[in-house]
């Protein structure tokens, strides 16, 4: 069966000055069984304006028009740049290479006339040398594609539900287009991206829209895939544009913007529809990502999380010279999407000074201290979710103050009058501690997800003198504009701008486990266990989240990489590796296919226990 696919992967950066469409070009196409082709919209480049313009003018358009005179450390990082972006170009893409070059060449005004170098032959060169590479060590494959899809169809279970899948965040970034921009250049990359303080929207004369299609979340950049191998396996069942969609997003974007500027949600609620009127059947949304997670919170703190801090040296110079903790931290507090990942719930969820749901027998700390300090005389208290909250909020902007109280809250509502009124307020909608499940009882939810890799639970911070100030009630002063420009919160006054992980930190024998600054717990190497499972264990089996009593199944499902293969192969659980794990794909494909009936709950961790040990009822 050959299936073809037409989709898109579309990645606008348009500068107010003026803008060029690129021409519509068809990538390369490797038809096989269930296999996707794809059309590429190469990147547009926003043009300088017209040479009559005074360089007064267009200094204030956005980006400046004008390329920064580079000095020696940031020449380095460009060339380091480059050897990067060229490691993961597409093999379809060699004869874009000089078109790039070009672009390059002409943003820093270099004048320099480029043969006419046929690439074509080194496409077809590349192509023989991957050939040769045995399928389990390439990076985007490893032996087993189609091979869930073909189980599958061999019982006889063909496509049934229509299915939307929603990708997380980061998986739209625009592939190729994006590293393009980013290495060749990164300060207008950074500008593009970057929202507005005030609206949470597209800065003036700058528009960044989400990639679309398949492509959109398929793969990240050549070799890594995302979303492919599911799309693959549905493919062999008789999944194709009629029956599936993916529906990306711009994740940088509130959820309320998402809808105000893109009308995302009703698009998604006219394809769902559709479905419906067309074909009869209700439709299975798979979604990925996007939960609570401390990450989130250290990178909105910091800049850092564990990614950052786990690079060895060298990687870790390399990544601060080419973007530093300032410039990820400013771009991370624009992002309103970012705040909406926060951990939810409180003390009450996540545990206070003393104890957390998650903590170990026998442990030295508790996982309820979200950042801890290095102790000197005097104490420095440590801080726990709600102080952390506050700390954060406290030490920012009154633009991203408003922001987050204009958007989010992230309590605890357990009067069930009060989470009827929540229906009706958009900022309660992404924390299901504040909201409902819908009143649809024959609705039914999967929850799958990884357990055994060890998952960043909370940092450890160096020590920064300072002040006990008041606190101040965020959720009300923003509201009402009263905030004072610069609040104080205990636990203390520690100066945003010179906070950051303690890298230097590590504990390998201690229970949890410190390493880099970082301390662990369960998970599956990006979200930890309680976001994971909590919800779906506990809290959505009481009538005040569920009324309706909608059937919620768990499946954890064991992290057991192969250590030979990059991407762990069959069994890996990791955050995103898990996409191609075949346990998921089964899953997904049953539920797809009618089948759902089969799946069962599995637990390999102690989520039921932890769960309990939440203080649901305060």
């Known amino acids: 069966m050959y299936v073809t696919i037409q989709a898109k992967l579309i990645y606008c950066v348009i500068d107010g000055c003026s803008a060029r469409v690129a021409a519509l070009t068809p990538a390369s196409v490797a038809l096989g069984p269930g296999r996707v082709t794809s059309m590429i919209l190469r990147h547009p480049r ?25 000095g020696p450390q940031k020449r380095k990082a460009r060339v380091l ?30 004048s320099m006339s480029l043969p006419q170098i ?32 073909d189980a599958i169809k061999a019982r006889g279970l063909e496509a049934n539900y229509p299915v939307v899948l929603i990708p997380g965040v980061i998986s739209t970034c625009g592939g190729l287009s994006m590293i393009s921009q980013v290495t060749f250049n990164r300060e207008k990359w950074l500008s593009m991206l970057v929202l507005d303080p005030v609206t949470g929207l597209d800065p003036k004369g700058v528009k960044v829209r989400a990639s679309e299609g398949f492509d959109a979340a398929s793969s990240f950049i050549q070799g890594f895939w995302i979303w492919s191998k599911v799309i ?21 974007l509130s959820m309320y913007n998402l809808e105000e500027r893109d009308g995302y949600f009703s698009r998604l609620k006219t394809t769902i529809e559709g479905f419906k009127k067309r074909q009869k059947k209700k439709t299975v949304i798979a979604a990925h990502s996007m939960g609570s997670t401390a990450k989130a919170m250290a990178a909105l703190l910091s800049g850092e999380m564990k990614d950052t801090v786990d690079l060895n040296p060298a990687g870790a110079y390399v990544l601060e010279r080419f973007f530093s903790k300032k410039e990820r931290q400013s771009l991370f507090r624009s992002w309103a999407g970012g705040a909406s990942m926060w951990v939810k719930g409180g003390n009450a969820v996540w545990g206070d000074a003393t104890f957390a749901p998650d903590d170990e027998e026998g442990g030295h700390h508790t996982h309820g201290q ?61 924390n ?67 906070s950051w992980i303690d890298r230097e930190h590590s504990h390998e024998s201690s229970n949890p486990r410190v390493r880099n600054g970082i301390k662990l717990g369960e998970g599956d190497g990006t979200v930890s266990l309680l976001s994971l499972g909590a919800m779906c264990v506990e809290g959505w089996k009481r009538k005040r989240w569920n009324p309706a009593g909608i059937k919620i199944t768990t499946v954890e499902l064991p992290h057991k990489p192969e250590i030979t293969l990059p991407r762990g192969g069959a069994n890996t659980s990791d955050h995103v590796d898990v996409l191609g794990s075949n346990a998921l794909n089964e899953i997904i494909l049953k539920v797809a296919t009618g089948a759902g009936e089969e799946i069962r709950d599995n637990y390999v961790s102690r989520i039921r226990e932890y769960a309990k040990r939440i203080r649901w009822d305060g």
Not at 127 to 147: A, C, H, M, V
Not at 238 to 248: G, H, I, K, R
């Open 232 to 252: 693959e396996n549905l493919a062999v069942v008789n999944y194709d544009t009629n029956n599936l969609v993916l529906a990306p997003y711009d994740w940088r």
């Open 81 to 110: 740049g480059v050897v990067l972006g060229l490691t993961f170009v597409e093999p379809s893409s060699f004869p874009d290479i000089p078109g790039h070059f070009a672009v390059f060449l002409e943003d820093y005004d270099i």
């Open 370 to 430: 979200l950042i801890s300090f290095r102790q000197t005389t005097p104490p420095v208290s440590n801080m726990t979710v709600d102080d952390a909250g506050a700390w954060i909020i406290g030490h920012t902007p009154s633009t991203f103050r408003k922001m987050i109280a204009t958007n989010y809250s992230y309590g605890i509502e357990r009067n069930e009058e009060t989470l009827k009124r929540n229906d009706l307020d958009h900022t309660k909608w992404t």
């Open 432 to 498: 299901p501690l504040e909201i409902r499940l819908p009143s649809a009882p024959s609705l039914q939810f999967y929850c799958v997800y990884g357990h055994g890799k060890e998952t960043e639970r909370y940092a450890s911070e160096p020590y920064e003198d300072g002040d006990v100030g008041e606190a101040v009630d965020i959720e009300v002063c923003a509201k009402d504009n009263t905030c004072p420009e610069q609040n104080l919160h205990s636990p203390r006054d520690i100066p945003f701008s010179r």
């Open 46 to 70: 926003a043009e300088h304006d017209d040479q009559s313009e005074t360089d007064s003018q267009s200094q204030v358009s956005e980006g400046a028009n004008t390329a920064p005179q580079a």
């Open 118 to 149: 046929d690439l074509s032959s080194v496409q077809a060169e590349w192509k023989r040398l991957i050939s040769t590479i045995p399928e389990p060590w390439k990076l985007n494959t490893d032996g087993r594609e189609f091979q869930v899809g």
